[in-house]
């Protein structure tokens, strides 16, 4: 492994000298108890609660499988399920916060092998990691460190909070508009839109993609004509609503923003334009992604899964949607625009925040703080 404290002043030891890293244990989520307080940890975060602990505290949990080399901190018994590593008993000349943030530094994800990408545990076990001597010093380290990340935290938790007050007050505003409301054919309230581009092989293209989970947008690689090949592709314009026609069952549905404005998508991308006076691109989008319309999408997205379930054109367009007064859907995608550039706030946040913590982090083991 590349050694990420080239410069620290404090003797290194390997982590396998340290402490035991344990292999977490399976628990599916039918045999979880919802209303328990112990966390359940999988690769990257708590995935849910159970009534019973697999780990003494504090612990450290490592993603094995899926989000490979995320580190979290439980500062209480927790269960880590198998697609992760924990470490719950430390050294007296070892703080387990210290051992936390030089395994932060590590980068473990780029170290993923094999088709379903994962770590080792011998790759952790024979990293070596920077050890102030004196344990005090150590903590003087990580109290300097959390002082200094303490308030970026707090901006994005207050980010994070006005995101799930914007999405209380849609869902409320949301279930108030179809009370009574006509529904009507979706080619009633929008028109499929396809906006055809000839590609020239050194002209470039920025395409964009489309999360799963009603995540939104997202920049992909710029390619030129010549890469593209023959691939057909299509104009995308700022608010249109689009679907992808591949994984729209699983929530890959979104609003292009202003910054998606003359991207380009495959031919698996499927864009509607409402028709003024009829519907919103918000609206329409936040009711596919509820629970009537993604049922509704997922019965037009014949197959088993991945790939297969693909979204039938014909299909889509005789979809029922709810087409309630066109001035209060404009009033509910305003509050829908501020929850988007809210999410965008917080994410640039958390980037900035983790950047900052690496840059705090690298400083830390060079003996600067």
Request: contains cysteine; glycine residues 8%.
């Amino acid at each position: 492994m590349v050694d990420f404290f080239p410069n620290s002043p404090f003797p290194k030891k390997s982590i396998k000298k340290l402490v035991r890293i344990n292999y977490g244990k399976g628990l599916a989520a039918k045999e979880r108890e919802p209303n328990g307080t112990v966390p359940v940890y999988g690769s990257n975060g708590i995935i849910g609660y159970h009534s019973v602990a697999y780990t003494k505290a504090p612990a450290i949990i490592i993603g094995r499988k899926g989000s490979v080399g995320e580190v979290n901190y439980s500062d209480v018994p927790c269960w880590p399920i198998d697609t992760s590593f924990f470490i719950d008993e430390f050294s007296q000349d070892l703080d387990s916060k210290w051992l936390f943030y030089c395994l932060n530094h590590l980068e473990l994800g780029i170290h993923a092998q094999g088709p379903k990408p994962g770590i080792k545990r011998d790759l952790l076990y024979y990293a070596h990691i920077p050890v102030p001597q004196d344990i005090t010093q150590q903590r003087k380290i990580i109290a300097r460190i959390e002082e200094l990340t303490h308030r970026a935290e707090e901006a994005k938790n207050v980010a994070v909070a006005r995101d799930v007050e914007l999405d209380l007050m849609l869902q409320s505003f949301y279930a108030r508009l179809i009370e009574g409301a006509e529904w009507k054919p979706l080619t009633e309230a929008a028109s499929l839109v396809r906006r055809s581009i000839k590609t020239k092989p050194d002209e470039q293209y920025e395409e964009m993609g489309i999360r799963s989970f009603g995540k939104g947008t997202f920049k992909k690689p710029v390619l030129t004509g010549n890469q593209i090949g023959n691939k057909r592709i299509y104009r995308i314009h700022e608010g249109d609503l689009v679907f992808s026609n591949v994984f729209a069952w699983e929530k890959a549905i979104a609003v292009a923003k202003k910054e998606d404005n003359g991207r380009v998508g495959s031919h698996r991308f499927i864009t509607y334009v409402p028709h003024k006076g009829q519907a919103t691109s918000e609206f329409l989008c936040h009711h596919f992604l509820s629970e009537r319309g993604i049922e509704d999408i997922r019965a037009a997205s014949p197959g088993s899964a991945g790939r297969n379930r693909t979204l039938g054109l014909t299909k889509l367009e005789k979809i029922l949607v709810p087409v309630p007064d066109y001035e209060e859907q404009e009033r509910f995608a305003e509050i829908a625009k501020r929850r988007q550039h809210i999410r965008q706030e917080s994410a640039g946040i958390a980037g900035d925040l983790k950047i900052f913590t690496s840059a705090l982090l690298a400083k830390a083991f060079r003996g600067e703080l």
